[in-house]
Structure formats: structure tokens, C-alpha cells
């Protein structure tokens, strides 16, 4: 049997949102080759690293390292974030193609996170779309904090519409819808995710979920019965905003991945990505939050996707 949604690309975004609330730096040869194991197995796209400053968010120091040990077609297939042109002229000088420009539909939050109002960074977007075009690159329109904010409570769903119809954000290729808080309702994610494919200009859509109130992947699947093409989630259940109170982590990617059974996975497949997350996590001392791959180490041998008990026992050999 095929899942409805197996045309729904995962974006695995470990490397990036969940690091950032780890309090550890990994060492760049590690993430390089986590990325590169990642994008072997088959995931379509990762997200690497953030130009956040690395004295605020220090597991973000090595982001260029990281992206400078990659190859220019792993690159392609591989988002940086940003907030600030200097940001972008700087991933894309270390050898980045794709940018995720990131700013938050309340102001609190952008405030807090950026340390400019929304309509302050509105009104670098063009110059950051510039920078990034004019290298051959792509640029994403990243809208944090679309549903809820920490500081000013529901976000209106026109306050994300408005920025999404802005002349300013044209030659952004695509659109992030992002559940900052991990607090929205699938039938929430379901009504901004099919205004934006209806009422905003055409893009691609990545909703960007968070596992708060256990209502991830329930999201996630909404976002892609909505018209997302993208789905974000991460090793494990692993992140968080160092800059949002109340968030937790990411939707899982190997919940995510065991859902939407994209063409790609397959049961040797899945055991590698779970076998990836267990050592990052034990690399972390991060407990694993993935209900899919708890269940992947289950006693239920008759179940193809249950990994044996001699097969992908943590696959640190091959990080």
C-alpha cells in the first residue's frame, strides 16, 4: 500500500533548527558527513546550517566549514538560513545555492529573534533575492511564527498573507509557512496552508512543523493535503527556537518519512536513517523523541519495517 501524501518531499533540517538548541558544536566533519549520509539514503533536501551569529546560537559557528566541505551538487540540494543580506552574501561566497530567508510574522518575535520589526526585514528582501539571483541561486520566503507567537499570542492569518502577497518578496521561489511553537491545530494548518496556494502568488510550499503539543506529523499531513510540497522535520525530534519560550522540537523526520512512504524509502533505507539519528543523538546526549523509530527497534520481527536485531545496530561506523 502507498500513502496519499508519497509525493511529499521531506526536508530534513537536523543540521540547522535541530542543532540550535543542543548547546553543543559539533565538529564539521561530523555534520558534513551526517549531510552526506543523509542525502545517500535518499532524503531530497537538508537544511545545513544557519548565519545566525554563532556568540547567540554557538552550534551554528561552522556553518560555512560545512557548507566549504560539501560538493557543489550536494550543495543543490541543500538550504542555509538567513535573516540579513550580509547573511546571504556570505553562505552564497562560501559556495550555498540555496537560501531560506527567514523573518517572523509578529514583531515581537522578529524582534527578539533578529532584533528588527518585520517590516524592517521585509524591506531587505529585495536585496537578499538581488544577491541570491544574481549568484544563480534560490531564495526561499521564510515566515516564522505564522501561527503563534511567544510574546503576542494568535498571529492573524492575513498578518502572513500580506507578507506572502508583498511585492517585495517576488523572486522568492518559494514560500515557508512555519508552526514556529509546534501550537496549531491540523485543521489550522490546513486553512492558511490552502490560502496561500490560493490567495498568494505561486510557489512552492514547506510548512515547517514542531511537535510541541503532539500534533507534528497530524500537521504535516494537513499542510500536504493543502497544497505544501515540502515537509520539514528533523533526526529524532531533535530542536527547538533558542529565541521562542515554549517551543520544542521538530516534527520527526523518521515519523514524518514512516507516514508519507515517499518512493525512495524503502525498510533498509528507514533502518539507515534511524540508525543515523540514534548516533547523533548519543553523540548529543539527546533522548529520542521518534515514536517511528521506537518502533523500528520493536520486538515485532513479522513487520518489514522493524529492523532485525543484527541489522544497523547505531551505524556509527559510518559517521
Not at 554563532?54 to 538567513?82: F, K, Q, S
Not at 530567508?101 to 528582501?125: K, P, V, W
Amino acid at each position: 500500500m502507498t500513502s496519499p501524501h508519497t509525493r511529499t518531499t521531506l526536508r530534513d533540517v537536523t543540521l540547522r533548527d535541530g542543532l540550535q538548541l543542543t548547546g553543543k558544536l559539533l565538529p564539521t566533519e561530523f555534520k558534513v558527513r551526517l549531510a552526506r549520509d543523509l542525502l545517500r539514503l535518499g532524503v531530497p533536501e537538508l537544511e545545513i546550517g544557519s548565519m545566525a551569529r554563532p556568540d547567540l546560537v554557538p552550534p551554528m559557528a561552522n556553518t560555512l566549514e560545512v557548507i566549504a566541505g560539501l560538493t557543489a551538487e550536494e550543495l543543490e540540494r541543500c538550504w542555509i538560513w538567513a535573516a540579513t543580506p550580509r547573511h546571504v552574501e556570505k553562505a552564497l561566497a562560501a559556495g550555498a545555492r540555496n537560501i531560506q530567508y527567514c523573518f517572523s510574522a509578529s514583531d515581537a518575535h522578529n524582534e527578539a529573534n533578529i532584533g528588527r520589526t518585520t517590516e524592517q526585514s521585509l524591506a531587505t528582501m529585495p536585496d537578499a533575492i538581488a544577491r541570491t539571483l544574481d549568484a544563480g541561486g534560490r531564495i526561499q520566503l521564510c515566515i516564522a511564527t505564522s501561527f503563534t507567537c511567544p510574546f503576542e499570542g494568535p498571529v492573524a492569518p492575513e498578518r502572513v498573507l500580506r507578507i506572502a502577497e508583498d511585492a517585495r518578496t517576488a523572486g522568492a521561489e518559494d514560500i515557508v509557512v512555519c508552526d514556529t511553537l509546534g501550537q496549531a491545530f491540523p485543521g489550522e494548518v490546513a486553512d492558511l496552508v490552502s490560502r496561500v496556494a490560493a490567495e498568494t502568488p505561486q510557489r512552492r510550499i514547506v510548512f515547517h512543523g514542531h511537535d510541541t503539543w503532539g500534533q507534528g506529523v497530524a500537521n504535516s499531513l494537513a499542510a500536504a493535503a493543502a497544497g505544501a510540497a515540502v515537509v520539514d522535520g528533523a533526526l529524532g525530534g531533535l530542536g527547538g527556537c533558542p529565541f521562542a519560550p515554549g517551543a520544542s522540537g521538530n516534527t520527526s523526520s523518521e515519523d514524518l518519512l514512516f507516514a508519507t512512504r515517499p518512493g525512495w524509502l524503502d525498510p533498509e533505507a528507514f533502518a539507515g536513517v534511524v540508525g543515523l539519528s540514534e548516533t547523533l543523538l548519543g553523540e548529543l546526549g539527546e533522548p529520542n523523541r521518534s515514536k517511528a523509530a521506537q518502533g523500528a527497534r520493536s520486538k515485532a520481527k513479522a513487520f518489514e519495517w522493524v529492523i532485525p536485531g543484527d541489522g544497523v545496530p547505531s551505524c556509527r561506523e559510518a559517521l
